[in-house]
């Protein structure tokens, strides 16, 4: 498999020069992303995300390690590396005095991106800045600033876009319109690697993703499998009359009576079928109106992820 990024024992310690307290940030993590692929990084707040990203992007130091980007020791090759990366910060910092134009030029140049290379124009068209491109960036709403920050790390046409947090306090319409640019991006060969606190965004956008806390690799693989190696499953049975007495049901489901009446069952799908649950429940004479079953999410995978 090809490889857009291979991390081997990556650790972090943060130095406070302060106090003198020494912070371990980052504990030996292994894991490749394969080419062509949307990376998604979870993990509660001070998990590491942010420096993990930042170590990649170049921006901060590692401890110890091995960083390969495209092939590349990042450590023997760190000029080539910057290069196949495009990488977004979480802050929105840009120069207020600079157009969005201006700003991907000056990108550009220091990308040594030739003039005739250059596609400003195009770039902005498809993050949807053609309009505002004149104006200063300090005119530009919250969502425009995130778009104009893409569109920078795109000047040098990387392999490897690098988004940290992406999504955070973006409207829903121009949430959408990032991931469809995202999904566009892959399908022109991209790796894309991203932070989100969003994990029903992750869950339905990233082919892999891995877990962070406190620092440590607590999961990491294809979103699907995560999600298939649950094996908790909840039925929901809407009842025409209200229970008077539970049924037995054997020891490994839970049941309960939701406020609205209905019976919840929360069981091992690999021990007990749906079909079995309900027949178990129409041998009790229940009534049943209608059946809802809830899949495994994202959301329990974390849960179950970061507990300790
Ligand atoms: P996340 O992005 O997942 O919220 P961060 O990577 O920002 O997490 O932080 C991970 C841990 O490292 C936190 O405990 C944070 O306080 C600490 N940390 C982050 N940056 C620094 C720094 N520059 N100096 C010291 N500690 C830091
Ligand atoms: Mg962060």
Redesign the pocket.
């Known amino acids: 498999m090809n490889y857009a990024l291979e991390l081997t024992g990556v650790s972090k310690v ?1 130095n ?1 020069h302060i106090n003198k307290k020494k ?1 371990r ?1 980052l504990h030996s993590l292994s894991l490749s992303i394969p080419s062509g692929s949307i990376f998604g990084l979870l ?1 509660p ?7 993990l990203i930042n170590i990649i992007a170049g921006l901060t130091n590692k401890s110890s390690g091995i960083i390969s980007i495209c092939g590349y020791d990042q450590q023997l090759y760190p000029e080539k590396s910057r290069t196949f990366l495009g990488v977004v910060p979480q802050e929105l910092n840009l120069d207020p005095f600079l157009s969005p134009r201006e700003a991907l030029e000056i990108q550009a140049g220091l990308f040594g991106v030739r003039k005739r290379e250059r596609e400003t124009t195009k770039i902005l068209e498809k993050v949807g800045l053609s309009d505002v491109k004149n104006a200063y960036a300090r005119s530009l709403s919250g969502g425009m600033r995130r778009r104009l920050l893409i569109a920078k790390a795109l000047v040098h046409d990387p392999p490897i876009l690098i988004l940290d947090e992406p999504t955070a306090g973006v409207d829903i319409e121009l949430r959408e319109m990032l991931w469809n640019y995202i999904f566009e991006l892959r399908s022109s060969g991209k790796t894309i690697i991203l ?1 989100t606190h969003y994990l029903e965004e992750a869950q339905k956008m990233c082919d892999r993703i891995a877990i ?1 806390n406190k620092g440590s690799l607590v999961e990491f693989g294809k979103t699907k499998t995560l999600l298939h190696r649950l094996k908790n499953k909840i039925l929901i049975i809407h009842l025409n009359k209200k229970i008077v007495q539970m049924p037995n049901f054997p020891t490994t489901v839970i049941p309960k009576i939701k406020s609205d009446g209905s019976l919840e069952l929360s069981f091992d799908r690999t021990v007990i079928s749906t079909e079995k649950l309900i027949d178990i429940c129409r041998d009790n004479h229940l009534s049943i109106k209608d059946i809802t079953t809830c899949e495994p999410v994202l959301e329990d995978v974390f849960k179950l992820a970061i507990k300790d």
């Open positions: 943060y406070n912070k940030a993990g707040n001070g998990a590491g995300k942010s420096t932070t962070l």
